[in-house]
Every structure is written in C-alpha cells, then in structure tokens.
C-alpha cells in the first residue's frame, strides 16, 4: 500500500453534493491532495446511515445545535 501521509481531501470546488433516493445513498466530491499538490478527484460515498451519523458529529463540533438553542 503506498505511503499517503501529507494527503488530505477537501469538498471539491464548484461541485455539488448528490443522493440516491431510492437507496439514501449521499455522494460528496472531494479533490485529493499530498501537502498543497492536487493528485485527484474522487468521491465520498455514504449509506444514510452514515450521512446522519456524520451531520450528527459536524452539528457537536461546531456547536450548532446550542446555537439553534439559543436563537429559540
């Protein structure tokens, strides 16, 4: 398996989020980089189950829940 230490991936620039309604599935592109070197594009393919697990995580990291809270 080759070393991909330094990479990372982003949301791709200008594309869009998909889904599959009949199965939930959820499509989020990404480009892939090793340190600021774009090597590729791929996607991020998600069950729905894995989609709201990881709406759940993001809303807890950055605290959006509280603040919907507290604009009640």
Do not use: K
């Not at 892939?32 to 996607?43: K, R, V």
């Not at 894995?50 to 009640?72: F, P, Q």
Request: hydrophobic residues 40%; glycine residues 6%.
């Amino acid at each position: 398996m080759p070393d991909i230490s330094g990479w990372h991936a982003s949301p791709r620039r200008g594309a869009t989020t998909s889904s599959t309604h009949t199965t939930g599935e959820v499509r989020i592109p990404l480009s892939l980089y090793q340190l600021d070197q774009h090597q590729g594009d791929t996607s991020l393919v998600l069950s729905r189950a894995e989609a709201e697990a990881l709406v759940a995580e993001l809303t807890a990291h950055l605290g959006i829940s509280e603040a919907l809270a507290d604009a009640r």
